[in-house]
């Protein structure tokens, strides 16, 4: 397929059984893939300059849809000349379309075939949000990858339940697809909902091919259900998507859930934990999870780790990094998020490194290898 000027494209380079090594080019430059996506709910990666997520590797981030309309709104963010320039990242972004944060207002919101009314949790206002709104939102931002308003219903959930939900997703999918229109170097993509039955899953996926997206994301996962559920749903779910669009994993997740979502095919994911684990004394390592708040880190004059290049294992030792998170000091949080974002973004060159070489099996062996022999700390 050959590359538009000014488009939106995917590129396949190649596999490794299920892994799969890509890139996808935009106007404002290009993500590779497997590709994971520091979190900035409110416009801003917490405790992290612009420029430093940058440097740890991102080509991506993405951005809230929910918390942004509430505040400062999109309109206002429109204004002033739209989300990339509002928070100063020139590099792509994606927003989610809102649902998520919406559906897990349970006792504040009512659904029905139009959209969701909801009250805020800032100030108690009402809002309504329907997918045409959502693609209104998400245009005023200025977002490079744009995602179709959806319901996900919470698990455990009957078949019918969850087969209600999904068949109500795909109808705001086909709304979400007619109000996006033809926009030029922006993407929409669709999400696959199903829970973990797999022939709902097959429905909703023939549903999204049906109406055409530029990329497809596995929704209704990671929300509680249990890693080997996840991976189970993973097995198949993918396989269902067209292989020459991205494939996107919303909200995972720790390193070993990333691993195991690239191994079977996913391109895309997305996650607070680094940088929410940061601001919580915890580091992710190639050995595991160090938990700088325990006393045992007060005279260690090691790195959090010897192999890592991230300015807090360069120049700062744990017994510092203890003291300064036992002291209430915001650069605790700002030197372990530096890191850990920094890590992810080193594990996601590994595997795209791996792929290309053929080696990933190799890779995700060591990968547990070195988990297993490491001194993991209780979090």
């Not at 009957?158 to 697809?177: I, K, N, P």
Request: proline share 5%; charged share 25%.
């Amino acid at each position: 397929m050959t590359q538009t000027a000014g488009r939106f494209h995917f590129t396949l380079k190649t596999t490794d059984d299920k892994a799969r090594l890509g890139e996808i080019s935009t106007p404002r430059g290009t993500i590779r893939t497997p590709a994971f996506m520091p979190v900035g709910t409110a416009a801003t990666v917490k405790g992290m300059l612009p420029e430093s997520v940058a440097a740890t590797g991102a080509d991506i981030l993405l951005g809230n849809t929910y918390h942004l309309m509430l505040r400062p709104t999109a309109e206002r963010i429109d204004r002033l000349g739209g989300l990339h320039r509002f928070m100063n990242w020139d590099k792509p972004i994606l927003t989610d379309s809102g649902g998520f944060q919406v559906m897990s207002l349970s006792g504040l919101r009512k659904l029905n075939e139009e959209g969701v009314t909801f009250k805020s949790h800032i100030d108690g206002s009402k809002h309504h949000l329907t997918p045409e709104r959502s693609m209104e939102i998400q245009r005023l931002l200025g977002s490079d990858i744009v995602m179709c308003f959806d319901e996900c219903p919470a698990l455990p959930a009957t078949d019918a339940e969850v087969a209600r939900s999904m068949r109500l997703s795909m109808r705001w999918a086909q709304r979400s697809r007619e109000a996006f229109g033809d926009r030029p170097g922006h993407a929409l993509f669709g999400f696959q909902q199903g829970g973990v039955t797999e022939h709902l899953r097959g429905e909703s996926a023939e549903a999204l091919k049906a109406i055409g997206f530029d990329g497809y994301a596995v929704g209704g996962l990671a929300v509680g259900e249990g890693q080997a559920a996840m991976f189970g749903v993973l097995d198949y779910a993918p396989d269902m998507l067209p292989a020459d669009k991205p494939r996107y994993l919303m909200g995972v997740g720790k390193p070993d859930d990333i691993v195991g979502a690239v191994k079977r095919g996913i391109d895309m994911m997305d996650c607070v934990l680094p940088s929410r684990s940061g601001r919580t004394g915890q580091a992710f390592t190639r050995h595991g999870v160090v938990n700088i708040k325990n006393a045992r880190h007060q005279d260690d004059p090691r790195p959090l780790d010897e192999s890592c290049t991230c300015p807090a294992c360069r120049s700062y030792s744990r017994a510092y990094l203890h003291h300064v998170f036992r002291a209430g000091e915001m650069i605790s949080g700002m030197l372990l998020t530096w890191h850990n974002l920094h890590y992810y973004q080193d594990l996601m060159q590994g595997m795209r490194d791996a792929i290309a070489a053929g080696g990933f099996a190799a890779f995700e062996a060591d990968f547990h290898m070195q988990r297993a022999a490491g001194d993991i700390e209780p979090l």
